[in-house]
Nanobody, 119 residues
């Protein structure tokens, strides 16, 4: 089992940057793939980015490619989402989630952190 806590959200202007962190506690952090998701008001939760167990493979939703970078530090048990060139449409609650393999659902979720981008 793993517990996840997000941090780093805030209010920024369009074009600014933020770095979100997802700190994990529990056993075997490297046994989990980690994903970032977001949910804007009135919209479904959507996938943003994901990273494999060792960080060797990364996946991005098309609208964030080239602007967002996911990384992980398996010593610190933390996954990061560096968000550059933020746009108002990036405004959402951002969640990190963990799953023990690519063929199973994300089963562990954090509480979320709010990102608001003003125009």
């Amino acid at each position: 089992q793993v517990q996840l806590v997000e941090s780093g959200g805030g209010l920024v202007q369009a074009g600014d940057s933020l770095r979100l962190s997802c700190a994990a506690s529990g056993r075997s952090f490297t046994s989990y793939m980690i994903g970032w998701f977001r949910q804007a008001p009135g919209k479904e939760r959507e996938f943003v980015a994901a990273i494999s167990f060792t960080g060797g493979r990364k996946y991005y939703e098309d609208s964030v490619k080239g602007r967002f970078t996911i990384s992980r530090d398996n010593v610190k048990n933390t996954v990061y989402l560096q968000m550059n060139s933020l746009k108002p449409e990036d405004t959402a609650v951002y969640y990190c989630a963990a799953r023990p393999g690519s063929t199973v659902p994300y089963s562990y979720w954090g509480q979320g952190t709010q990102v608001t981008v003003s125009s």
